[in-house]
């Protein structure tokens, strides 16, 4: 079993940053691609950004380039989401994720190809 609890959102007022973190725990999580969505009001759940189980490789969605970064801290266990020049368009439930195989990293961009996920922060972005 993996839990993973993301922290970090907030309310920002549009051209701000923030950064999100999700933590892990339950499996070997430096063996495993993490990635991150999200969900706006009344829209599907949207890949965002994946980081390689060694964090060599990385993966956004054209909306996100030159302004959310991905990383991995496999010491602490931890993903991060580095957003910078946010725009209203980016509010929306942030959520990590993560699913196997381990030492592969193949973009999945469907959300049901994941198998844990942890419980969402609220990203905010006032105009």
């Known amino acids: 079993q993996v839990q993973l609890v993301e922290s970090g959102g907030g309310l920002v007022q549009a051209g701000g940053s923030l950064r999100l973190s999700c933590a892990a725990s339950?499996?070997?999580?430096?063996?495993?691609?993490m990635v991150w969505f999200r969900q706006a009001p009344g829209k599907e759940r949207e890949f965002v950004a994946a980081?390689?189980?060694?964090?060599?490789?990385?993966y956004y969605t054209d909306s996100v380039k030159g302004r959310f970064t991905i990383s991995r801290d496999n010491a602490k266990n931890t993903v991060y989401l580095q957003m910078n020049s946010l725009k209203p368009e980016d509010t929306a439930v942030y959520y990590c994720?993560?699913?196997?195989?381990?030492?592969?990293?193949?973009?999945?961009?469907?959300?049901?190809?994941?198998?844990?996920w942890g419980q969402g922060t609220q990203v905010t972005v006032s105009s």
């Open positions: 980081r390689s189980w060694n964090g060599g490789s990385s």
């Open positions: 994720a993560t699913g196997g195989p381990p030492y592969v990293f193949r973009i999945k961009l469907r959300p049901d190809e994941y198998e844990y």
């Open positions: 339950g499996r070997t999580f430096s063996t495993y691609t």
